[in-house]
Antibody, heavy 119, light 107 residues
Framework: EVQLVESGGGLVKPGGSLKLSCAAS????????MSWVRQTPEKRLEWVAY????????YYPDTVKGRFTISRDNAKNTLYLQMSSLKSEDTAMYYCASQGAMITWFAYWGQGTLVTVSA | DIVMTQSHKFMSTSVGDRVSITCKAS??????VAWYQQKPGQSPKLLIY???TRHTGVPDRFTGSGSGTDYTLTISSVQAEDLALYYCQQHYSTALTFGAGTKLELK
């Protein structure tokens, strides 16, 4: 059974940093492209980062480019999201998700970790 | 970026009804559309990709269709467990985008 378990969320002040982790099990993690997707308090979904299976390719939307960095450790079956210069609009539930094929649909999702950016 | 518009924020239905949820893309996305279901307190779950391909384990009462800019998710006979939020997403562009969601409720 595919399992994705996120951790690392919490309350952070504007301008601060946070690193999220996602532990994967039940599938060949190193063979799959992965992404982070967030859901705002208004329930809007927004894709925020993509990484290829080997880690050599990454993509970000303009809203987080230069502030967020996605990475992975295939030996540890773990995905990461380093977030810096956080803004109030980054407040959301953050999900890691496995990609169906390259940068396409999101096949499996974790349960999410909540990030709140507030003074 | 491609904008995905779900014109109905809410839809009312009854158990056993056939219901169709629509999604319109701001440009032709060549059937590169996925659909997700999210129940309260849970993460989204993939139902459909490439507009009409069911994900593993998805019941066949869920059918996706469409082409060009217009796409539809149809539930042939709504069950109580289908009352949820439904999102469309385009995977035509590398700037992946979602619709705002349609909440399926009981009449």
């Amino acid at each position: 059974e595919v399992q994705l378990v996120e951790s690392g969320g919490g309350l952070v002040k504007p301008g601060g940093s946070l690193k999220l982790s996602c532990a994967a099990s039940g599938f060949a993690f190193s063979s799959y492209d992965m992404s982070w997707v967030r859901q705002t308090p208004e329930k809007r979904l927004e894709w925020v980062a993509y990484i290829s299976s080997g880690g050599g390719s990454t993509y970000y939307p303009d809203t987080v480019k230069g502030r967020f960095t996605i990475s992975r450790d295939n030996a540890k079956n773990t995905l990461y999201l380093q977030m810096s210069s956080l803004k109030s609009e980054d407040t959301a539930m953050y999900y890691c998700a496995s990609q169906g094929a390259m940068i396409t649909w999101f096949a499996y999702w974790g349960q999410g970790t909540l990030v709140t950016v507030s003074a | 970026d491609i904008v995905m518009t779900q014109s109905h924020k809410f839809m009312s239905t009854s158990v056993g009804d056939r219901v169709s949820i629509t999604c319109k893309a701001s440009q032709d996305v060549s059937t590169a559309v996925a659909w997700y279901q999210q129940k309260p307190g849970q993460s989204p779950k993939l139902l459909i990709y490439w507009a009409s391909t069911r994900h593993t384990g998805v019941p066949d009462r869920f059918t996706g269709s469409g082409s060009g800019t217009d796409y539809t998710l149809t539930i042939s006979s709504v069950q109580a467990e289908d009352l949820a939020l439904y999102y469309c997403q385009q995977h035509y562009s590398t700037a992946l985008t979602f619709g705002a969601g349609t909440k399926l409720e009981l009449k």
